[in-house]
């Protein structure tokens, strides 16, 4: 019965990691309303599961964002969102 019970949760547990959302960038960033930078690169780094988002500006100067898997900045500069869109696709 210990078996079954194991084996029930583990697939559980997969199912539900497989289901989560991870952050995704935005194509363009707007400051004043206006969209100033746009998207030149983006990655996520398996190890910590979170999303590096890279942008650049018509006067190259850069921007760049990390976001948390479940989409909240946790290192970026001043005009990186707060919050990323989710995909629900899973990571």
């Known amino acids: 019965m210990f078996t079954a019970r194991f084996t029930i949760f583990a697939l559980l547990a997969f199912l539900a990691g497989a289901n989560a959302g991870c952050a995704t960038c935005e194509e363009t960033l ?8 746009e998207l030149v690169s983006s ?10 988002c890279r942008y650049v500006d018509k006067s190259g100067d850069t ?14 500069d001043k005009v990186c969102p707060k919050v990323s869109r989710m995909d629900g696709g899973g990571c």
């Open 43 to 52: 990655y996520m780094n398996y190890d910590n599961g979170y999303t590096t």
């Open 63 to 76: 921007a760049t964002c990390e976001y948390a898997n479940v989409g909240l900045l946790e290192d970026g």
């Open 30 to 37: 707007e400051v004043n309303g206006d969209v100033t930078y």
